[in-house]
């Protein structure tokens, strides 16, 4: 069984992540980092078959490249994590977790939510891309006709399990 990674850092977008969540398949094991900022926003969200992890809990299973998780998403990531796991700052667990994947050669998606982008977030950026994380802001296209705010937060969290190899049918492909 595939293990999955969703941290949530910051409340603008938190929603995203939680979507994430709800999306993924049965047959993937599901771990949440929800930071203080994001957790103000999800205290009475609820989900069954995910394992929660406090962000202070750097000793956390997840915080370990022997636990073997498969891929990390951030979303929304903020700029603030963005900055430390570029600087290889890892002071709680969503950081400390984006370190392991890097160190592990793991994917790690993260989904900055920020515009414009400052010029220090675009080198952040380019940095952590340099390094093989998959940098995915979130972006959608107009060719998959959306018409509602679900239909455009399906093909958003589409495409992130796209770039991690995990199959969905969540929005109209290109044909």
Partial sequence: MKKII???SGASGAQLGLKALELLPDTIEKHCIISKNAHTVLEKEMFRDVIFH???????????GSFGVDAMMILPCSMNTLAKISCGIADNLVTRCASVMLKEQKKLLL???????????????HKLSTLGVIVAPPVIAYYSEQQTLEEMENFLIGKWF????????????WE
Wanted: without cysteine.
């Fill in 6 to 8: 969703i941290a949530i």
């Fill in 111 to 125: 989904a900055p939510r920020e515009m414009p982008f400052s010029a220090i977030a675009l080198e952040n950026m």
């Fill in 54 to 64: 406090d962000n202070e809990d750097i000793a956390a299973s997840i915080s370990s």
């Fill in 162 to 173: 796209d770039l991690l190899g995990i199959e969905n049918n969540l929005y109209k492909r």
